[in-house]
């Protein structure tokens, strides 16, 4: 009778995507890439168009 393959071992991922950010940050700087520093609470989203006013429920105006 086959057995079920080894089970794979688990990796915490915050602990690996740490690691990989840092790896890639250091590559960047390395190939002369700069870092900016943004102030906090500065968004990087650009607004196209005003407010959307949206009716939560059905009983509008008509």
Do not use: D
Request: zero cysteines.
């Amino acid at each position: 009778m086959a057995g079920r393959p080894p089970k794979k071992k688990k990796v915490a991922v915050g602990s690996e995507t740490s690691s990989s950010i840092a790896e890639q940050t250091a590559a960047f700087l390395k190939a002369g890439g700069e870092i900016e520093q943004i102030k906090k609470g500065t968004s990087g989203q650009v607004q196209t168009t005003g407010r959307k006013h949206i009716v939560i429920s059905s009983n509008h105006n008509k």
